[in-house]
């Protein structure tokens, strides 16, 4: 396996990086141009392109943001809000898996920051089997959350006629480097289709769900469709990234709203990563959510975060694999809760997590153990 020189990540990841003639991962090269970009030129940028969309007449919200209740959602509002005392509609996916921290955050979220929001849960009901199904058919079971998370807040901005959204960071760049910092990447629904929801919509449940024997009705899948063309083009709706106009710096982003909004760190150490501020809005993110990438693509959570520490220079290559080493096997205890919210067992939980693993990472031993190249081989 083929691991960046720099950072630890695999050539494997889910999210694609590209090397170069030296081995450095195309995220590591992206991240790099951070030091390099006129921030006050881009902070002018982000100015003037705001009062475009500031509501001179008060009459509408000037923007929604996508949030979370996490330290980039705080971030978020505090330039939004706090720096340019614009009136922003807040909108959040809640996938029925807060943590207790994360509740916490986002219920101070709303009071500090004084600013309306919609708190939109899907039914359990129909969420259970979207985790049943999303496992069965991509070994994913948050598939529901990443779709929520990317198509609520549009249909929010058609339905309300509010045509700017603000998103924190381009979480394909931040992880991978898929864009330059030059590009002013934009939302769009084909980073949404193909990435964020691995190519899959809601029809594709919809028709697949009788194969495997769930009960599924397209009134149940309206949380999860993208507007049409005509709605989005009436309203004008475009989604930018705050990411591209201020420098993004996760770990100092965090600390500042700690001093300033009472943010809070998670009350318990995570299994299968050592941060303690990231994913609080789902206790499966950082949980079997990451274990089933470990399982498909090898590598997990602290892979990621040791690899953005590195980059920021919290910590060398060498004590990062360390940490790998450490954590990213672990099967992590919220398989437990999990397991009855959705009525598995844990063996036919085993037994479909291993049906997709890649083969250009695990092989099997001559004792029938999967067994993968590691880094520190």
Not at 129 to 149: Q, S, V
Not at 335 to 363: I, M, N, Q
Request: glycine letters at 8%.
């Amino acid at each position: 396996m083929l691991y960046c020189r720099k950072c630890v990540c695999p050539k494997s990841s889910a999210v694609p990086l590209a090397f170069d003639k030296s081995g450095i991962c195309s995220a590591c090269n992206t991240a790099g141009q951070r030091t390099e970009i006129d921030w006050e030129r881009r902070k002018k940028l982000f100015e003037r392109l705001i009062e475009d969309y500031r509501n001179k007449d008060g009459a509408n919200y000037d923007c929604i943001i996508p949030v979370s209740g996490g330290k980039d959602s705080y971030f978020q509002i505090h330039i939004i809000k706090k720096v340019y005392n614009l009136n922003p509609l807040l909108v959040t996916y809640h996938g029925n898996n807060y943590t207790p921290t994360g509740m916490k955050n986002l219920l101070n979220m709303r009071e500090v920051f004084g600013v309306d929001h919609i708190f939109f849960t899907p039914s359990i009901e129909v969420l259970k089997t979207m985790n049943r199904l999303g496992m069965l058919i991509m070994g994913d079971m948050n598939w529901h959350a990443h779709a929520g998370i990317f198509t609520y807040p549009i249909q929010v901005a058609v339905q309300q006629n509010i045509p700017l959204m603000i998103w924190g960071e381009h979480g394909f760049m931040d992880l991978g480097g898929m864009h330059s910092y030059s590009d002013l990447v934009e939302f769009t629904y084909r980073y949404r289709h193909e990435h964020c929801l691995r190519g899959f919509e809601w029809f594709d449940f919809l028709e697949k769900a009788k194969n495997y024997g769930e009960k599924l009705e397209k009134k149940n899948l309206l949380p999860w469709m993208y507007p049409g063309d005509t709605d989005i083009e009436k309203i004008g709706v475009r989604g930018i990234y705050i990411s591209n106009f201020f420098k993004w710096e996760a770990n100092e982003h965090g600390k500042l709203m700690q001093e300033l909004y009472g943010f809070k760190e998670a009350e318990e150490p995570f299994e299968r990563t050592y941060r303690k501020m990231s994913n609080l809005d789902d206790m499966h993110e950082n949980g079997i959510h990451d274990y089933l990438k470990y399982i498909k693509f090898g590598y997990g959570r602290a892979t990621d975060h040791v690899s953005k520490d590195i980059r920021a220079g919290k910590m060398t290559r060498e004590e990062g694999i360390q940490i790998v080493k450490k954590l990213d096997h672990i099967k992590p205890r919220d398989l437990y809760r999990w397991l009855p919210y959705v009525g598995w067992t844990e063996e036919y939980f085993d037994k479909v997590a291993d049906s997709f693993r890649d083969p250009r990472v695990w092989w099997k031993d001559k004792n029938d153990n999967w067994v993968k190249d590691n880094i520190w081989n």
